[in-house]
């Protein structure tokens, strides 16, 4: 499985982004697909989750601000953030459980100014 992700870029405190991440097949038919992000300064972090049974599950700190969605017809998963804050800003990666094995994507890149 290939995930790509895309929709980083900057914005300032306050605004919207919504991120995209579209995967090489269906993963979401028997699967799972996540959002993580990290900073220089700290460790991959959770952010969101989106099951092939439609659950979801965000980390507190984005609760209420950021919404995960698919479009099975495009095999993509979306992040979209609102109400961004300077510390959002990090390395956003998604990725997919399927399979019994973990896939990445590469990372696209958040800033918010303040």
């Known amino acids: 499985v290939q995930l790509q992700a895309s929709g980083g870029g900057s914005v300032q405190t306050g605004g919207s982004l919504r991120l995209s991440c579209t995967a090489s097949?269906?993963?979401?038919?028997?699967?799972?697909m996540r959002w993580y992000r990290q900073t220089p300064a700290k460790q991959r972090e959770f952010v969101a989750t989106l099951t092939s049974g439609g659950s979801t599950n965000y980390a507190d700190s984005v609760n209420g601000r950021f919404t995960i969605s698919r479009d099975n017809a495009r095999n993509t998963i979306y992040l979209q953030m609102s109400s961004l804050k300077p510390e959002d800003t990090a390395v956003y990666y998604c990725n997919a459980f399927y399979g019994s094995r973990l896939y990445w994507g590469q990372g696209t890149q958040v800033t918010v100014s303040s």
């Open positions: 097949r269906n993963v979401l038919s028997d699967g799972a």
